[in-house]
């Protein structure tokens, strides 16, 4: 394996041709948790993407945010997968101390999620050094995150995130929809951006395990509970209009204080219909949850593209997510979920129609089916975003 500090646009063409290769390449991905299972849905896809890319050959790295359970072990024991210790702390792990413990630097790093203080330090610290990297956002770019704070934030674009995203390599968006939401947030074009899908696992044995069941009209929720960005507040306000509906949801409650408080105030106020109940762990666990549901609802004011929506629509579930929300209307053009309104009011008696319309839920949930198997083609994703890299590369050298 040969590895290359970037100081020059050379290096970055050597780069660039390096990442075409079969083997050979190095990556480093910031950040993971340390449980592969953790409800995290960018950490759950990144371990998925580094596993595929491990298994074709590369040297891959993981920088986790917390202790690695023995599931974590096990997985890096069979996919040789390293895993370097971090935080979000600047205090406790600085990103120079942490970068230069890794060992050799890589051929790219790649610094998932948006809007961190501590990510773009370590972007920074990667430019000082030499390496470059490319940014994956998970649907963090989006002007719907301006709503929260929108001088502080606006503040925090123009001084951090603008200048991080565009002095990478490039961005990766998990669609058209998602690149666009960028453009939007950026006010232009998003510097060789470039869209590849994320690998979600199928349910257990490969096979839908969902059947319309008259006596389960019930709707179902997998995910944060995180208030604001996941829209657990309308969500509860369209399970009040539909009181003889049961609402499951799944997840577990937010760690930050301001964030734990916004949830009590909604699950304390919820109408008797919406069980908040724990997280799902396994994909053979998940199965059972799905089964058992009428329709999957992604409520969310704002999104990437969810790995918990992925999953729904493999398991066959019928998928309804808000209108607010870009992906989902590149998911309704497939034909593979319904779009209902934002307002909860009108949610409400759109749900209501839809759990008693069975020929319209059964094709939902075949096209759902076949969209998914298309996305879930774990090597096929991981090459594409080998090539990605390689372009963005080659784009940044050439333009040097």
């Given at each position: 394996?040969?590895?290359?500090?970037?100081?020059?646009?050379?290096?970055?063409?050597?780069?660039?041709?390096?990442?075409?290769?079969?083997?050979?390449?190095?990556?480093?991905?910031?950040?993971?948790?340390?449980?592969?299972?953790?409800?995290?849905?960018?950490?759950?896809?990144?371990?998925?993407?580094?596993?595929?890319?491990?298994?074709?050959?590369?040297?891959?790295?993981?920088?986790?945010?917390?202790?690695?359970?023995?599931?974590?072990?096990?997985?890096?024991?069979?996919?040789?997968?390293?895993?370097?210790?971090?935080?979000?702390?600047?205090?406790?792990?600085?990103?120079?101390?942490?970068?230069?413990?890794?060992?050799?630097?890589?051929?790219?790093?790649?610094?998932?999620?948006?809007?961190?203080?501590?990510?773009?330090?370590?972007?920074?610290?990667?430019?000082?050094?030499?390496?470059?990297?490319?940014?994956?956002?998970?649907?963090?770019?989006?002007?719907?995150?301006?709503?929260?704070?929108?001088?502080?934030?606006?503040?925090?674009?123009?001084?951090?995130?603008?200048?991080?995203?565009?002095?990478?390599?490039?961005?990766?968006?998990?669609?058209?929809?998602?690149?666009?939401?960028?453009?939007?947030?950026?006010?232009?074009?998003?510097?060789?951006?470039?869209?590849?899908?994320?690998?979600?696992?199928?349910?257990?044995?490969?096979?839908?395990?969902?059947?319309?069941?008259?006596?389960?009209?019930?709707?179902?929720?997998?995910?944060?509970?995180?208030?604001?960005?996941?829209?657990?507040?309308?969500?509860?306000?369209?399970?009040?209009?539909?009181?003889?509906?049961?609402?499951?949801?799944?997840?577990?409650?937010?760690?930050?204080?301001?964030?734990?408080?916004?949830?009590?105030?909604?699950?304390?106020?919820?109408?008797?219909?919406?069980?908040?109940?724990?997280?799902?762990?396994?994909?053979?666990?998940?199965?059972?949850?799905?089964?058992?549901?009428?329709?999957?609802?992604?409520?969310?004011?704002?999104?990437?593209?969810?790995?918990?929506?992925?999953?729904?629509?493999?398991?066959?579930?019928?998928?309804?997510?808000?209108?607010?929300?870009?992906?989902?209307?590149?998911?309704?053009?497939?034909?593979?979920?319904?779009?209902?309104?934002?307002?909860?009011?009108?949610?409400?008696?759109?749900?209501?129609?839809?759990?008693?319309?069975?020929?319209?839920?059964?094709?939902?949930?075949?096209?759902?089916?076949?969209?998914?198997?298309?996305?879930?083609?774990?090597?096929?994703?991981a090459e594409r975003h080998l090539e990605l890299y390689a372009e963005m590369l080659a784009a940044t050298a050439g333009a040097a």
């Amino acid at each position: 394996m040969v590895t290359f500090y970037v100081g020059h646009p050379g290096c970055q063409r050597t780069q660039a041709k390096a990442l075409r290769k079969v083997d050979g390449v190095r990556l480093w991905h910031f950040d993971a948790v340390g449980d592969p299972d953790a409800v995290d849905g960018v950490s759950q896809l990144l371990w998925r993407l580094a596993d595929a890319q491990a298994a074709a050959g590369h040297e891959v790295t993981l920088f986790c945010r917390s202790e690695l359970t023995d599931a974590a072990r096990r997985r890096c024991d069979l996919s040789d997968l390293r895993v370097v210790p971090m935080s979000r702390s600047l205090r406790n792990h600085p990103p120079h101390r942490v970068i230069d413990a890794a060992g050799p630097a890589p051929d790219l790093g790649i610094v998932h999620s948006a809007w961190l203080p501590y990510h773009a330090a370590v972007a920074r610290t990667l430019r000082r050094r030499g390496i470059p990297y490319a940014t994956i956002s998970h649907g963090g770019h989006t002007p719907a995150l301006l709503e929260a704070s929108p001088v502080r934030r606006r503040l925090y674009l123009r001084l951090v995130e603008r200048p991080t995203v565009w002095r990478a390599v490039g961005a990766v968006y998990a669609g058209e929809a998602e690149r666009a939401e960028a453009e939007r947030l950026f006010g232009e074009p998003v510097p060789r951006a470039g869209v590849a899908p994320f690998p979600a696992a199928a349910p257990t044995g490969g096979e839908p395990g969902w059947r319309f069941d008259d006596t389960a009209p019930s709707v179902m929720y997998l995910g944060r509970y995180d208030v604001f960005q996941k829209g657990v507040d309308d969500l509860c306000e369209v399970a009040r209009r539909l009181p003889d509906v049961p609402f499951d949801l799944y997840g577990e409650p937010p760690h930050a204080a301001d964030a734990l408080a916004a949830f009590s105030i909604v699950r304390d106020a919820a109408p008797a219909n919406v069980a908040f109940r724990g997280p799902v762990i396994g994909d053979e666990a998940k199965a059972g949850c799905f089964a058992r549901a009428r329709i999957y609802l992604q409520y969310s004011r704002f999104e990437g593209f969810p790995l918990s929506v992925t999953e729904a629509l493999a398991a066959g579930v019928p998928v309804a997510c808000a209108d607010r929300l870009p992906f989902a209307r590149e998911l309704a053009e497939q034909g593979a979920a319904l779009l209902v309104s934002s307002d909860p009011r009108t949610a409400a008696r759109e749900l209501g129609e839809l759990l008693d319309d069975r020929v319209t839920l059964e094709g939902l949930s075949a096209r759902g089916v076949a969209y998914a198997r298309n996305r879930n083609d774990v090597e096929r994703i991981a090459e594409r975003h080998l090539e990605l890299y390689a372009e963005m590369l080659a784009a940044t050298a050439g333009a040097a």
